[in-house]
T-cell receptor
Framework: GENVEQHPSTLSVQEGDSAVIKCTYS??????FPWYKQELGKRPQLIID?????GEKKDQRIAVTLNKTAKHFSLHITETQPEDSAVYFC???????????FGTGTRLTIIP | NAGVTQTPKFQVLKTGQSMTLQCAQD?????MYWYRQDPGMGLRLIYY???????DKGEVPNGYNVSRLNKREFSLRLESAAPSQTSVYFC?????????????FGNGTRLTVT
């Protein structure tokens, strides 16, 4: 089955700086890679996703990059703000497989 | 539009007791899922149902059973609770077919087994 590794487990950055979270996956058949944000005590919510036919996707201050050859993908948050503090999860899935496998999460703290 | 609704929000059980976690979605989604979340372990799939009438095991199915009662409802049952099942449980749903679609999560059930 799919295995997703996520690093780092914790990350602290100064407000206004950039944050990068990295994930690797094991199944070369995976072709859908979403990122979820979970604020304290809340449910995970999708913030951005990318499909394997795309190398990069941006949405305002958030971007995701995908390297299919190396089987890794990354989340980039620029101009970080206090409300970016949360736990972020990466995940991987195959379109034809109903299972979504998650990484272990990164706790991001923005230092004012 | 409520999305995914889970009940109860909190539950404390003694070892050996049983209970059922309820989940319902009103988005006409085909697929439904149960995940557990433990510190440092991320979200691990317990069981899922790709369509009404079907269920399949995920990564950590031992000690659990599920029922896809109809298209809207997917319940998770603990027959004999153990302290190792202390966790936060999330139900989720999504559409299926061809294009990828995101998971929509419920608000979670915090379960403590003493």
């Amino acid at each position: 089955g799919e295995n997703v590794e996520q690093h780092p487990s914790t990350l602290s950055v100064q407000e206004g700086d950039s944050a990068v979270i990295k994930c690797t996956y094991s199944d070369s058949a995976s072709n859908y890679f979403p990122w979820y944000k979970q604020e304290l005590g809340k449910r995970p919510q999708l913030i951005i996703d990318i499909r394997s036919n795309v190398g990069e996707k941006k949405d305002q201050r958030i971007a995701v990059t995908l390297n299919k050859t190396a089987k890794h993908f990354s989340l980039h948050i620029t101009e970080t703000q206090p409300e970016d503090s949360a736990v972020y999860f990466c995940a991987a899935a195959n379109f034809g497989n109903e299972k979504l496998t998650f990484g272990t999460g990164t706790r991001l703290t923005i230092i004012p | 539009n409520a999305g995914v609704t889970q009940t109860p929000k909190f539950q404390v059980l003694k070892t050996g007791q049983s209970m059922t976690l309820q989940c319902a979605q009103d988005m006409n989604h085909n697929s439904m899922y149960w995940y557990r979340q433990d510190p440092g372990m991320g979200l691990r799939l317990i069981y899922y149902s790709a369509s009404e009438g079907t269920t399949d095991k995920g990564e950590v199915p031992n000690g659990y059973n599920v029922s896809r009662l109809n298209k809207r409802e997917f319940s998770l049952r603990l027959e004999s609770a153990a302290p190792s099942q202390t966790s936060v449980y999330f139900c989720a749903s999504r559409t299926r077919g061809g294009a990828a679609s995101p998971l929509h999560f419920g608000n979670g059930t915090r379960l403590t087994v003493t």
